[in-house]
């Protein structure tokens, strides 16, 4: 219904005559004044623009590395140690996206990233001195994305490493804002629940950077449950449950009712083991509940401090959080070598020339076809853990 609306208001204001091109399925914005701009920018900037495009093709195969490490180990994960399983979908407004804030916190995000993103493109391309025709987004119903469309002749005439600079600098300018950004939103202790999802490092930050809880404290328990009989008491900390680590009440893993889950506690300093048996949940009798009233604060304790989180509303630090997220695996997934992504085109530019056309496009179809699988198994055994989600 939304699109119907945006496609009407497009044509009721001829936005034609400004460079959209309008479609059923489709808007799209070119400016043909970009390259002009990038060159205007790249006068002041110069030195700086060089050692970034040079970084580029560093972070372009390492974050490549990482995006394939993140997606072969969470497929070990799902068989080996489920709970360390992450679920992942693609962010799509209205279908896997359906809360207002988060669409909104989503909408707010990508434009940024989006510019951050192919900025980045475009300025490195005129270091290297290929012309940019035209530069501009386009919006297909419920997706985004934006562009800069290179001088083809000049790209293919362009030098090998001309090219991996010019295809790596997308994603490394949204990596390293999120290093950077990240820097400061350590300070919010919203952030550590971000960073528990995080694989290779994200632990290592949030031990350096954060004071983590021992547990979650039980404030009450309720009459006749499981923790009664079991003889958990207020202010009790549950450690683990069922062997599953719990810092903080997002910890807590799936129960049914009728089953009996191990529980771990710490009273007065004293670590105890419970045996207890799930009850249903009132308001879902599929939903098991070990019968407590907990503590819901975030776990995370900021070590640095030099921003007090407290008296900011809470929808900028969630929309601030989002931004970070999006610019994050953006350019992380970016990298993947899939075709509509940079990761395809940095990998083709690598084996280019070095072998025939034929061989390149077997090899390329290859490496398609197995990162595809990778995502797409990603993403099955994500529904298959845990049905269909949407945040």
């Known amino acids: ?142 997706l985004f994305a934006g562009f800069v469309e290179p001088d083809e002749e000049e790209f293919d005439k362009a030098k090998r490493i001309s090219k991996l600079r010019v295809i790596g600098a997308g994603a ?58 079991a003889g958990l008491l207020a202010n009790d900390i549950i450690t683990t449950i069922n062997d599953v680590p719990i810092r903080g009440p997002a910890d807590f893993p799936v129960l049914h009712p009728g089953e009996t889950a191990s529980v771990s506690i710490l009273r007065d300093g004293q670590a105890l083991e419970k045996t207890l048996q799930v009850m249903a949940s009132p308001d879902d009798p599929e939903r098991g509940l070990i019968g407590i009233m907990r503590d819901n604060s975030i776990p995370y304790k900021p070590v640095m401090n030099f921003i007090d989180w407290t008296n900011v509303d809470f929808n900028i630090s969630m929309f601030l959080l989002w931004l970070w997220m999006i610019s994050f695996f953006i350019g992380i997934i970016n990298m993947l070598p899939l075709p509509i992504l940079d990761g395809g ?31 797409g198994l990603n993403i099955a055994l994500s529904y298959l853990k845990s049905g269909w989600f949407t945040i």
């Open 1 to 142: 219904m939304a699109w119907v609306v945006i496609i009407v208001i497009a044509k009721a204001l001829k936005l034609e005559k400004y460079g959209f091109e309008l479609k059923a399925y489709s808007l799209v914005y070119k400016n043909k004044g970009v390259n002009d701009v990038l060159i205007k920018v790249l006068g002041r900037t110069k030195r700086g623009i060089k050692v970034f495009a040079d970084v580029s093709v560093i972070a372009g195969f390492i974050m490549m590395g990482f995006a394939f490490y993140f997606l072969l180990n969470n497929v070990s994960n799902y068989f080996v140690a489920q709970s360390n399983f992450s679920e992942l979908t693609v962010l799509i407004p209205g279908v896997t996206l359906t809360s207002a804030p988060a669409i909104t916190y989503f909408l707010l995000s990508i434009p940024i990233v989006l510019v951050m993103h192919e900025g980045a493109h475009g300025i490195v391309a005129a270091l290297e001195k290929i012309k940019i025709k035209t530069g501009g987004f386009a919006v297909f119903i419920a």
């Open 172 to 229: 490394t300018s949204n990596v390293l804002f999120a290093i950077v950004f990240g820097a400061i939103l350590l300070t919010n202790p919203v952030f550590g629940m971000v960073l528990e999802s995080i694989p290779l490092f994200g632990d290592v930050i949030l031990n350096t950077f954060y004071e983590l809880s021992q547990g979650v404290l039980i404030l009450s328990i309720i009459e006749n449950s499981g923790a009664e009989q």
């Open 345 to 375: 085109k940095f990998i083709h530019t690598i084996i280019d020339k070095k072998i025939s056309d034929k061989s390149v496009n077997i090899v390329m179809w290859g490496i398609y076809a197995f990162t595809f699988a990778l995502f």
